[in-house]
């Protein structure tokens, strides 16, 4: 049985993000796909770690990323063309900082 440690490193590693907004997969879609928003991501983990009886829950908040950072987690090397992307998805509290060098955005991760 995989410690909570290595359930964590296969969803880290091993499920590629999609920057739509909420869920529209679920956990089980998600694992199968390989893919997901950062909610399904959080439901697939969130579901490993339950059937483990391990809790655990959902957080949100506002993340700040510097722009290099968010330009190769979405593959799409334009910051412009990122957010838009972002944007047209239905990413909330989506701000670019004034010099351009990092980008703060509404996210979900487990705790």
Do not use: F
């Amino acid at each position: 049985m995989p410690d909570v440690a290595s359930l964590y490193e296969h969803v880290h590693n091993g499920l590629e993000y999609s920057p739509w907004h909420g869920s529209r997969a679920g956990a089980l879609t998600t694992l199968q796909a390989r893919r997901g928003s950062d909610v399904d991501i959080a439901s697939a983990l969130i579901a490993l770690l339950r059937a483990r009886e391990v809790p655990a829950r959902y957080a949100v908040g506002t993340i700040t990323l510097p722009v290099s950072k968010l330009k190769r987690w979405l593959r799409i090397p334009q910051l412009d063309t990122a957010l838009e992307v972002l944007r047209a998805q239905g990413t909330q509290r989506l701000r670019l900082s004034a010099d351009r060098a990092s980008v703060e955005l509404e996210h979900a991760w487990v705790e």
